[in-house]
């Protein structure tokens, strides 16, 4: 009978604790809030009609001297043309190259070099992209107006949601590992008990 | 309880010391990853469907879920690009009946890509102060595939946790009920009375 009151404080703490879990959870929300995550991934436009067409997560590196951009992969709103082209201008760097354009309004957002010689090897059959020519969009831009709802009142985004879920999968495995451990324990003493 | 027995007997006898540190390691691990854990291969961002527009009306990070009655996302944030008209306006039937609103609009094309509700019956209070984009008023262009597909082809629902939460609830329990029963044990053992531990045990 004493143990079953014992237990049940138990339980109380352990809702106490629990409570205070999700203080600081809110907490860190606001953090979330106040300031753009700066590893946010961008997506990047057409200039002119703003057709997306790929994003950085497809990222292959740039070239500031150039003013390029290169994405490993983009959609179908890039058309690769048909016609290669001579590139470069000095003798070394010249090669092969196709141009690339927007499906939407066929304006001319960059190339892709079909052929390169040495220097340029990290350039060939990959998408390289004029940035003066095309528009970008960061993830979750501070730039937004946020809904004019009380802080309480506010409903936590879907992307939150997704972070609870994972932290349960963790503390959910965890708590396996601390029941195992617990098991040993028990195995242990039991084996002990017995020996004495 | 039992699916600590299972896992025992699944692994191989561990060192407990390195386990111990295990759970430590974890924790921290846990501690670490509150600030960056957003999936981005999963994110979307949101641009307006009328043809030759595209204008980005926001991102998937800023949704809080759908309205399956109104056929629209909720969002918490929105991109300025997206204007809220300042007249009021009403609706005498539809699924918006009795309530008084604000429309949003696109600021590139002009038309009309959701709402802000103003004053509700019951069952849509929730709902207001916050931005609904229309789902037809919206193409999604997907992060890592590129792909871009209209957004009343996408779900937005919240799964929900609260079962989550409760099988969490009632494993730890187990597990401080198997600790009470731990510390009886250590207890007897160190009062030098030699219960039947077995059999307390067992079950
Ligand atoms: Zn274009
Ligand atoms: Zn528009």
Redo the contacts with the bound molecule.
């Keep these: 009978m004493a143990q079953q009151i014992d237990y049940v404080g138990h339980k109380d703490d352990t809702y106490v604790i629990s409570e205070g879990l999700s203080v600081a959870d809110s907490s860190s929300k606001v953090e979330d809030d106040g300031e753009g995550d700066s590893d946010a991934p961008a997506i990047f436009l057409?200039g002119?009609?703003r057709?997306p067409f790929g994003d950085s997560l497809s990222w292959a590196g740039s070239d500031d001297q150039q003013n390029q951009i290169l994405l490993k992969c983009v959609n179908d709103n890039i058309v690769i043309g048909k016609e290669p082209f001579v590139s470069g201008t000095s003798e070394e760097q010249r090669c092969l190259a196709v141009h690339l354009t927007?499906r939407?309004?066929s304006?001319k957002l960059g190339h892709m070099y079909m052929s390169t010689p040495k220097s340029l090897d990290y350039k060939r059959s990959i998408f390289c992209l004029m940035v003066e020519n095309i528009e970008s969009y960061v993830l979750g831009s501070p730039d937004q107006q946020v809904a004019a709802v009380d802080r309480e009142e506010r409903p936590v985004t879907l992307e939150y949601m997704d972070n609870v879920e994972q932290q349960m999968t963790k503390i959910k495995s965890l708590a396996v590992t601390i029941g195992q451990r617990l098991l040993e324990i028990e195995v242990d003493l039991q084996c002990k008990s017995g020996t004495t | 309880m039992s699916e600590g027995k299972c896992f025992l007997s699944d692994c191989e006898p561990c060192d407990s010391s390195s386990q111990s540190s295990m759970i430590s390691v974890r924790l921290r691990d846990m501690e670490d990853s509150t600030e960056h854990s957003v999936e981005y291969e999963k994110c979307s961002v949101f641009h307006c469907a009328h043809s030759k527009c595209n204008l980005v009306l926001g991102d998937s990070l800023g949704a809080c879920g759908e309205v399956k009655s109104l056929k629209s996302i909720i969002c918490l944030k929105i991109s300025k690009d997206v204007r809220v008209r300042g007249k009021l306006e009403m609706n005498k039937e539809g699924p918006l009946k009795f309530c008084t609103y604000n429309v949003l609009e696109c600021s590139g094309c002009r038309r009309f890509v959701g709402f802000v509700l103003h004053s509700t019956p019951h069952h849509l209070s929730s709902l207001r102060g916050l931005y609904l984009l229309l789902k037809e008023a919206v193409n999604c262009y997907m992060l890592k595939s590129c792909i871009i597909v209209n957004a009343s082809k996408l779900r937005f629902e919240h799964r929900p946790l609260g079962r989550s939460i409760s099988e969490m609830k009632e494993d730890l329990e187990a597990q401080l009920k198997q600790v009470n029963l731990l510390k009886d044990m250590l207890d007897s053992r160190l009062g030098h009375c030699h219960l039947p531990l077995s059999s307390t045990v067992s079950d």
Excluded: Y
């Design positions: 057409c002119k009609c057709l927007c939407g309004c304006f």
